[in-house]
T-cell receptor, first 117, second 110 residues
Framework: GAGVSQSPSNKVTEKGKDVELRCDPI?????LYWYRQSLGQGLEFLIY????????KSGLPSDRFSAERTGGSVSTLTIQRTQQEDSAVYLC???????????????FGPGTRLTVL | KNEVEQSPQNLTAQEGEFITINCSYS?????LHWLQQHPGGGIVSLFM???GKKKHGRLIATINIQEKHSSLHITASHPRDSAVYIC????????????FGEGTQLTVNP
């Protein structure tokens, strides 16, 4: 079956514009995660969804960042009034559930490379 | 000090060598993940473990909960193993979120 998909694969935007990044998880996966990887830095957690609710949004770096998930499937990460420091690869992952079973390993999408000029 | 530390940062090996990448963490964890990131950026989950040892093909992951340490071993390394290997932990108190190490860049030369 299809893996996690993300769109767009690349996005170039001007400082101050809003952007929306999309994640389509694997069908049937209830847990969805957003991560960010800035150039030369490690991965950092942004937000986690279980179904449509976000029990952990502690990684969102500012109130310019928001995310939603509808129908327990597709998720959108929105960045308002983008800044140059928002430039990074934004990665989405999904898992069957969120417990500790090995069935709940996370499957990663290919990422969206965001460049803010 | 980062919660998750990996060593070495960079590793170059000759094809066929046995490789070890280390991960130390400073918090109580519920699980530890090893991930592989290819040059194109794609990330693959290799292992999720909370105790003992797991093996998949030429890859072996071990964890010592008491010492807060995990190792990833690659036997009979091959140039296609060249990638960044990332250790990530789920802490006991942070639910499902992962905290990542900085990664180890592995290059295997033919």
């Amino acid at each position: 079956g299809a893996g996690v998909s993300q769109s767009p694969s690349n996005k170039v935007t001007e400082k101050g514009k809003d952007v929306e990044l999309r994640c389509d998880p694997i069908s049937g996966h209830t847990a969805l995660y957003w991560y960010r990887q800035s150039l030369g830095q490690g991965l950092e957690f942004l937000i986690y969804f279980q179904g449509n609710s976000a029990p952990d949004k502690s990684g969102l770096p500012s109130d310019r960042f928001s995310a939603e998930r509808t129908g327990g499937s597709v998720s959108t990460l929105t960045i308002q009034r983008t800044q140059q420091e928002d430039s990074a690869v934004y990665l989405c992952a999904s898992s069957l559930g969120s417990g500790l079973s090995s069935y709940n390993e996370q499957f990663f999408g290919p990422g969206t490379r965001l460049t803010v000029l | 000090k980062n919660e998750v530390e990996q060593s070495p940062q960079n590793l170059t090996a000759q094809e066929g060598e046995f490789i070890t990448i280390n991960c130390s963490y400073s918090v109580g964890i519920s699980a530890l993940h090893w991930l592989q990131q290819h040059p194109g950026g794609g990330i693959v989950s290799l292992f999720m473990l909370s105790s003992g040892k797991k093996k998949h093909g030429r890859l072996i992951a071990t964890i010592n909960i008491q010492e807060k340490h995990s190792s990833l071993h690659i036997t009979a390394s091959h140039p296609r193993d060249s990638a960044v290997y990332i250790c990530a932990v789920r802490s006991e108190t942070s639910g499902s979120r992962l905290t990542f190490g900085e990664g180890t860049q592995l290059t295997v030369n033919p």
